[in-house]
Structures are given as C-alpha cells and as structure tokens.
C-alpha cells in the first residue's frame, strides 16, 4: 500500500509543473505578470524546461563549451525524460533497478591518455547490488522494450 503526502503551494506567474515524464504546464497569472522572475524567458520551452530540470538534479550546464561538450549536454537533456519514465515504470513494477546518467573518463587500451568522457548510463539491481553500464543507444533499446512490454501487461 502507497500512502501519498500532499502538499499546498500556492502557484505564481510561470511556474512549472512536470507530471511524468513528458507533460509540462506553466502557470500564466496575469495578475502577477509583474512579479515574476528575470531569469525566466517570456516564451517557456521545453528545452528551456529541460535545462532547468537537468541543473536541479546537478547536471552542470554551461554555455562556452566545446563541441563534446555541447553533444554530451544534449545526449542528456534528451534523454532525462526517458530516464524518468523508465525509473518511474522500474518502482511501479517493483523492479528494484534504477537507471542514472553517468560520464565516465575515456581510456584507451594503449595507455594513451585520450581527454574527453563517454556519457553511459548505470542500471542498478537494488537487491544484489549489481551494476551494469550502458551506452545511451543500448538505453534506448532497452526503454523501447520496457515500455512495449508494459502494455502487454
């Protein structure tokens, strides 16, 4: 059984609300157009969403990076989405895994230092602990037969 704490806010001009993974809604008050933040574009999208929900979880985003840098950004950004809805279908299923976005150094087998990371995602069996790496692509393929297999249930 599932017990759920619900909690008032009150809503002001802009605000966001996520539900899932995929539906956002923003706020419009146009009593309080005045009073909302500088930071915040007149036009909400949802990239712009993604980019504050990535730096809530502690994704570092900037805006001088190098070309690796900015692929890696967008790899993430797409697919945090995806990473919500797969986790979120893992606890409704009593799957004990949950899947996080990790950059890892790149290496070489020469022992030739190579700069850069590689970004791959960590599946954790949370009953035996064991651990599992994937690229983003496996990811896909992975959540694409999760969700298919979850509507045949």
Not at 101 to 107: D, K, R, V
């Amino acid at each position: 059984m599932k017990i759920f704490l619900y909690r008032i806010i009150s809503l002001r001009h802009k605000d966001r609300i996520l539900f899932g993974a995929n539906h956002l809604y923003v706020f419009l008050n146009s009593n309080d157009e005045n009073q909302s933040s500088l930071d915040i574009p007149m036009i909400i999208t949802w990239e712009f969403a993604q980019k504050e929900i990535a730096k809530i979880k502690g994704y570092s985003l900037g805006n001088n990076l190098t070309i690796e840098q900015e692929e890696i950004q967008q790899k993430i950004l797409n697919l945090l989405p995806l990473l919500s809805e797969v986790n979120a279908i893992s606890e409704e299923l009593n799957k004990y895994r949950t899947f996080e976005i990790i950059l890892m150094p790149t290496s070489s087998w020469d022992g030739i230092p190579i700069k850069g990371s590689k970004l791959m995602i960590r599946m954790k069996n949370l009953i035996n602990h064991n651990t599992w790496y994937w690229d983003d692509v496996k990811f896909f393929n992975r959540s694409y037969i999760i969700k298919v297999n979850i509507k045949h249930i």
